[in-house]
């Protein structure tokens, strides 16, 4: 469990950094590029985005699931069999997708052929090792990840900083972006190989079965990516850039806080598959799980009642002033952020029950399109925000009923509920005073003195109560029973 701690520190603290240099980025663009080109921008990063999830068909995860499993010779031929499948499967359908998305108007602004080309090879290079870093986390070798992580993106934040002001250019943007990307995909690849210098040798029945386990995981990628994302698509491909850059303002994820379930269920997935596959021990492997949903808990929470109260101040200084129309999509998207305290589907993913999750999501995708393009129609944008958070309530049901099926742990053991709206209950009655307060000390003209002031005082608030009730320990776990 200490293990799963500290490699969560390591990856937390890398992509925190990374967390911050876009954050930095978005704050940049906002002021200095027009809404048109803030939209295109951020369209070539769905683009990206929707590459990553959905390309690498479940590549990523197979490593995650079969390195701690393995013989040295074994994870040899897992790394040859991932680069072999990776590049077969990413470099076509990462071409195929660019040159589609890039040629049908999907952007306001003209790009050069060369600015163009530069972010097809970002993208091809992103997704075929997009399997790397499961390598480094699996092999507990988070620290070196993290190293690489923050040297390049703090080195990426000054070369954003400096073009943005100086120049004001979408083009010199992307270009920017797009070089420090590959360019960390080889240091990447060029640390690993030198620390292990795994030996390039294909095995054909690990790589059977990696595509076997890969298979329903990539169907589901694609339904999930889908689910998340189809409301974005629909308001990118049916409004102007200016209305998607509103948009993607409002149902951005919250900059550090995006990284924390993540993080946490990526180190625990090894973990929980290794208890699993060495004993059978499901109730030990559920306890995992839903020991790090506290820890995400702990952390979202107050989060989401700062937000809740302040999140004008919020928009503020994330975007300016001339983002306030995205409020009402920030809101909406917010009440998702308490429900993102954990990942529903890692207990499914070890016991082999991809078939499920591919159920559930399908079901999910169906309403949620069907949805997304009606509420377009009758409420306009902000009626594919509330599309997206319904399918998201839905699929969380449909997950917990199947864990709680396949595991024969009823709904209400498999999390410390109780404990998790205690945890909900405290920050929000000190935010609500705090609101107050703010209101009749600050009122309504200072949005991010308020933000500012009154948030980091709840939060503190909060974290002392937390640690007075006993939620925050030694390890950051509390031992709980499932019997």
Not at 436 to 453: C, R, Y
């Amino acid at each position: 469990m200490k293990l799963i701690i500290k490699d969560s520190f390591y990856l937390t603290l890398s992509k925190g950094i990374r967390t911050i240099s876009l954050l930095i980025l978005t704050m940049l663009a906002s002021r200095y590029l027009t809404l048109d080109e803030n939209g295109d921008f951020r369209k070539l990063n769905l683009l990206l985005t929707l590459s990553l999830l959905i390309i690498p068909w479940g590549i990523p995860i197979t490593v995650s699931y079969y390195y701690k499993n393995l013989s040295k010779k074994s994870k040899d031929e897992l790394f040859s069999n991932s680069l072999f499948l990776s590049f077969i499967q990413c470099a076509v359908f990462s071409l195929i997708v660019g040159l589609i998305f890039l040629n049908v108007h999907f952007l306001q602004n003209k790009l050069d052929v060369y600015t163009i080309i530069l972010f097809i090879v970002q993208l091809i290079i992103t997704v075929t090792f997009a399997f790397i870093e499961n390598f480094f986390v699996s092999s507990n070798n988070s620290k070196s990840l993290s190293i690489v992580n923050i040297i390049v993106y703090s080195i990426q934040t000054i070369l954003v900083t400096i073009c943005l002001i100086t120049t004001q250019s979408l083009v010199v943007l992307i270009s920017v972006t797009s070089i420090i990307e590959i360019f960390k995909n080889f240091i990447l690849i060029g640390i690993f190989t030198k620390k292990y210098r795994p030996k390039m040798k294909l095995n054909r029945k690990l790589m059977h079965e990696q595509f076997i386990y890969s298979f329903p995981i990539g169907i589901n990628s694609v339904i999930q990516t889908v689910n998340i994302y189809i409301d974005g698509l629909f308001v990118a491909l049916l409004f102007t850039s200016s209305d998607y850059a509103i948009y993607s303002a409002g149902s951005m994820q919250i900059p550090l806080i995006s990284i924390i379930t993540v993080t946490l269920s990526t180190v625990a997935l090894p973990e929980m598959s290794k208890i699993y596959h060495d004993n059978g021990n499901i109730k030990t492997m559920v306890e995992i799980w839903a020991n790090i949903t506290i820890v995400g808990a702990i952390i979202i929470f107050p989060v989401f009642w700062a937000l809740l109260f302040f999140h004008k101040g919020y928009i503020e200084i994330v975007f300016s002033e001339k983002f306030f129309d995205s409020i009402p999509i920030f809101l909406i998207y917010l009440l998702k952020l308490p429900l993102s305290c954990t990942t529903f589907s890692n207990i499914l993913l070890v016991l082999g029950k991809q078939k499920s999750i591919v159920v559930n999501s399908s079901i999910a995708i169906t309403v949620n399109t069907i949805l997304s393009y009606i509420l377009l129609n009758i409420i306009g944008i902000e009626g594919a925000a509330i599309s997206s958070l319904i399918m998201h309530v839905l699929i969380i049901i449909l997950q917990l009923k199947q864990t709680s099926k396949y595991t024969n742990i009823g709904i209400r053991k498999l999390l410390p509920y109780k404990e998790l709206l205690v945890i909900l209950f405290y920050p929000g009655c000190i935010f609500l005073l705090l609101f107050i307060g703010s209101s009749i000390l600050v009122g309504d003209s200072e949005n991010i003195i308020s933000f500012l002031i009154f948030s980091l005082l709840g939060i503190i608030i909060t974290f002392l109560i937390y640690y007075k009730r006993g939620f925050i320990r030694k390890g950051l776990f509390r031992k709980k029973q499932l019997s």
